[in-house]
Nanobody, 120 residues
Framework: QVQLVESGGGLVQAGGSLSVSCAASGRTFSNYAMGWFRQAPGKEREFVAAISWSGGSTYYADSVKGRFTISRDNAKKTVHLQMNNLKPEDTAVYYC?????????????WGQGTQVTVSS
C-alpha cells in the first residue's frame, strides 16, 4: 500500500505560478511511477503529467507542456508539480497518483486531491 497526501494548492491570478506537492508513505516509493491528474467541475479527470520511478522520463499533456514541470525526490518520498503561466482553464482539483507499472499507468494509488483555482 502507498498513501499519498497532496498539498500546496490555492488561489492564484492568471499568469502566476503555483507548486503542488505529494508526500508518500508506505511501500518503497522509488518503485513507483508517479503522476498528476486533475478534474475540473463537470468534467472528467484528465492526465496532466507523469514521471518514471528514476525521474529520468517525464510526460506531459499537450495543454500543460512548456508550462508545468514534474519532479520527484525519492529520498524524501515526494513528487512536485511546478505550474507556471497558469490559465483559468487550469482550475481543478489536482490529484497525485502512484503506479507500479509503466510510467503512464496504470495508477493504483491516489491522493485526496488539492484545489487549484486560477482567477482571470
Amino acid at each position: 500500500q502507498v498513501q499519498l497526501v497532496e498539498s500546496g494548492g490555492g488561489l492564484v491570478q492568471a499568469g502566476g505560478s503555483l507548486s503542488v506537492s505529494c508526500a508518500a508513505s508506505g511501500r518503497t516509493f522509488s518503485n513507483y511511477a508517479m503522476g498528476w491528474f486533475r478534474q475540473a467541475p463537470g468534467k472528467e479527470r484528465e492526465f496532466v503529467a507523469a514521471i518514471s520511478w528514476s525521474g529520468g522520463s517525464t510526460y506531459y499533456a499537450d495543454s500543460v507542456k512548456g508550462r508545468f514541470t514534474i519532479s520527484r525526490d525519492n529520498a524524501k518520498k515526494t513528487v512536485h508539480l511546478q505550474m507556471n503561466n497558469l490559465k483559468p482553464e487550469d482550475t481543478a482539483v489536482y490529484y497525485c497518483a502512484a503506479g507500479g507499472g509503466t510510467t503512464l499507468g496504470p495508477f493504483d494509488y491516489w491522493g485526496q486531491g488539492t484545489q487549484v483555482t486560477v482567477s482571470s
